[in-house]
């Protein structure tokens, strides 16, 4: 059992460690409300996304959904259009009064939430690309070893970013430091939506 359980460990890590439209908008709610409880909306949502494309990508259904060209298609570009609309909503945030300024709503973050978790193709196919083809290895209770433990540290990670995000907002009183954070939030999420662009135009 230990070896499923490090291997997802590792494999988990390895994958969401690197900074994506994910990771920023956890992190970026994290800063930009005054509680871990406000932001619950985003860390459960984000969860239960990487949760649901986990057991996809095990069971194998991943596969046969994209297997379908126009399903791609149609992945990226709502994927695109998610991720232009939420860099354009962060660059404009706080723009005229940061006193004034007022943290997403718990549907919004919602919505926007998904949006980054399941309309991110490179998040899509690192799911089924990586942790699909290495549970395809294990079976039975190692398989749900594997499955549990990559899931437990998506999990972790979300608590674990908003927890920081909510930190660095907690030292910034004037608001100045969540200016420039949302501003770099959307300048990385218009570079994701650039490299989905060119995958895109990579298919069609």
């Known amino acids: 059992m230990l070896q499923p359980a490090v291997h997802g460990l590792l494999l988990a890590l390895g994958l969401i460690l690197p900074l994506g439209a994910q990771n920023v908008f956890v992190f970026n709610q994290g800063a930009n409300h005054k509680s871990i409880y406000k932001t619950l909306p985003v860390i459960i949502t984000a969860g239960l996304c990487d949760t649901l494309l986990i057991f996809l990508a095990i069971l194998g259904v991943s596969f046969i959904l994209l297997s379908l060209p126009i399903l791609q298609i149609s992945i990226y ?3 695109m259009v998610f991720l232009v609309y939420m860099a354009w909503s ?34 899509i196919m690192d799911t089924i690309g990586v942790i699909g083809t290495s549970a395809a290895i294990y079976e039975d209770v190692e398989k749900i070893v594997f499955a549990i433990v990559t899931v437990l540290v998506s ?9 920081v995000g909510k930190i660095i907002g907690h030292v910034d009183k004037t608001g100045k430091y969540i200016l420039v954070l949302n501003k770099c939030s959307a300048i990385i999420i218009i570079i994701v939506a650039l ?7 990579a298919i069609i």
């Open 77 to 79: 570009c709502i994927g």
């Open 90 to 123: 962060l660059w404009t945030s706080h723009q005229y009064q940061l006193q004034t300024y007022q943290p997403m709503t718990a549907k919004k973050q919602i919505g926007f939430a998904l949006s980054v978790s399941l309309l991110n193709p490179h998040a």
């Open 155 to 163: 999990w972790i990670w979300f608590f674990l970013l908003a927890i």
């Open 195 to 201: 490299m989905i662009l060119k995958q895109l135009i």
